[in-house]
């Protein structure tokens, strides 16, 4: 059974860092592009970073570029998302997601991500 | 960047109705789009892929037609379990977008 498990949200001021991290299991991790998908609470979806293939290209959205990164460490089958310099904008519920544009998509159950001083 | 705009909204409906959500790109996209549904409280899942592709195990109520910067997901005789939220998703070039959504509402 493919599982995906977040952890990391929490309650931080802006300014500050958090670190996500998403627990794979249940398939071969290191042969998957991995994703990062937010939702700010009662509006929509947002992608925020992706690591695709097995040279690990990275890709971010706009809003996050130069303050979040993402890696992946293989050997711990665990996705990573720090997030430097935090704004009240990236409050959110945050996914990691395989497969989110082919194959069967595997989404986690998400991590709150609150900002505010 | 390319922009998604979904419409409508919000859309009220009786079960056994049919429902058209519209995602329409900035530019052109070829057939790189995915519709996904959302429950309250629950994650997203992907109903369609490559624009008009079912994903498997996907009642076949549901459908998506479309190419270039022209999309329609279609739902042929709404159910109770279909009340939810609907997103494209266009991942042609990054960064990749969502479309705002569409609730589906009961009438």
């Known amino acids: 059974e493919v599982l995906l498990v977040e952890s990391g949200g929490g309650l931080v001021k802006p300014g500050e860092s958090l670190r996500l991290s998403c627990a794979a299991s249940?398939?071969?991790?290191?042969?998957?592009?991995m994703h990062w998908v937010r939702q700010a609470p009662g509006k929509g979806l947002d992608w925020v970073s992706s690591i695709i293939g097995s040279r690990n290209y990275m890709y971010f959205a706009d809003s996050v570029r130069g303050r979040f990164t993402i890696s992946r460490d293989n050997s711990k089958n665990t996705l990573y998302l720090q997030m430097d310099s935090l704004k009240a904008d990236d409050t959110a519920v945050y996914y990691c997601?395989?497969?989110?544009?082919?194959?069967?998509?595997?989404w986690g159950q998400g991590t709150l991500v609150t900002v505010s001083s | 960047d390319i922009q998604m705009t979904q419409s409508p909204s919000s859309l009220s409906a009786s079960v056994g109705d049919r429902v058209t959500i519209t995602c329409r790109a900035s530019q052109g996209i070829r057939n790189d789009l995915g519709w996904y549904q959302q429950k309250p409280g629950k994650a997203p899942k992907r109903l369609i892929y490559?624009?008009?592709s079912l994903q498997s195990g996907v009642p076949s109520r549901f459908s998506g037609s479309g190419s270039g910067t022209e999309f329609t997901f279609t739902i042929n005789s709404l159910q109770p379990e279909d009340f939810a939220t609907y997103y494209c998703?266009?991942?042609?070039?990054?960064?990749?977008?969502f479309g705002q959504g569409t609730k589906v509402e009961v009438k």
């Open positions: 249940g398939f071969s991790f290191n042969s998957y592009s």
């Open positions: 490559a624009a008009s």
């Open positions: 998703l266009q991942h042609n070039s990054y960064p990749w977008t």
């Open positions: 997601v395989r497969g989110l544009v082919a194959g069967e998509d595997y």
